[in-house]
């Protein structure tokens, strides 16, 4: 299995952005889909997740609102819209890819395969 993050760049604050994850090596069609981040000095933390199956969407608070991830099943692909960006999201982005949960999808441990991150830097 493998995962491309890509779309990651310098957006002022109040911009947007539109974070691109492809997946491929097998169908993903039971798998759930999720985005995570880390800051500079900080733990990785959930920011958003679908599922493949019926497109339910899980987002953290920090980010309602503000956010939309969503995903196309043809491509294998999943996206995560960022509006209204703050110098706190600043982070590197990283998609990932689980098949089962492990106590919830906002777990990080319920992912199992990892893209390589793609860096958000949202300036004031």
């Known amino acids: 299995v493998q995962l491309q993050a890509s779309g990651g760049g310098l957006v002022q604050a109040g911009g947007s952005l539109t974070l691109s994850c492809a997946a491929s090596?097998?169908?993903?069609?039971?798998?759930?889909m999720g985005w995570f981040r880390q800051a500079p000095g900080k733990d990785r933390g959930f920011v958003a997740a679908?599922?493949?199956?019926?497109?339910?969407?899980f987002y953290a608070e920090s980010v309602k609102g503000r956010f939309s991830i969503s995903g196309d099943n043809a491509k294998n692909m999943v996206y995560l819209q960022m509006n209204s960006l703050k110098p706190e999201d600043t982070a590197v982005y990283y998609c990932?890819?689980?098949?089962?949960?492990?106590?919830?999808?906002?777990?990080?441990?319920?992912?199992?395969?990892w893209g390589q991150g793609t860096l958000v830097t949202v300036s004031s």
């Open positions: 990932a890819a689980g098949r089962y949960l492990k106590i919830s999808i906002y777990y990080l441990g319920s992912y199992d395969h």
């Open positions: 090596g097998r169908t993903f069609s039971s798998y759930h």
């Open positions: 679908i599922t493949w199956s019926g497109g339910n969407t």
